[in-house]
């Protein structure tokens, strides 16, 4: 079992960075693949990037490659994604997930699920 609680979300203008925080229960975190997803209103979830358990490898949605980074700290029980340039489309609630069967970019891949936290990017 794994409990996820993200922080960091806000409101920002266009053009700003954030930086979101997801802290996991448990001593089994290096053994999960992390990822975040993201839900617009009246949109599906949306896959936004991955790390492996080691976070040797990284993975991104192509809407957000170049402007977002996915890192862990395994000591810490904790996956970030800093979010920089961003733009008014990536408002959206954040979500970060965790995958017992490695990486994925669908939500059915992963067994566990933060509360979100909003981000909010004003024009």
């Known amino acids: 079992q794994v409990q996820l609680v993200e922080s960091g979300g806000g409101l920002v203008q266009a053009g700003g960075s954030l930086r979101l925080s997801c802290a996991a229960s448990g001593r089994t975190f290096s053994s999960y693949a992390m990822g975040w997803f993201r839900q617009a209103p009246g949109k599906e979830r949306e896959f936004v990037a991955a790390i492996v358990r080691s976070g040797g490898s990284t993975y991104y949605a192509d809407s957000v490659k170049g402007r977002f980074t996915i890192s862990r700290d395994n000591a810490k029980n904790t996956v970030y994604l800093q979010m920089n340039s961003l733009k008014p489309e990536d408002t959206a609630v954040y979500y970060c997930?965790?995958?017992?069967?490695?990486?994925?970019?669908?939500?059915?891949?992963?067994?566990?699920w933060g509360q979100g936290t909003q981000v909010t990017v004003s024009s």
């Open positions: 997930a965790a995958a017992s069967a490695g990486y994925g970019s669908s939500w059915y891949d992963y067994n566990y």
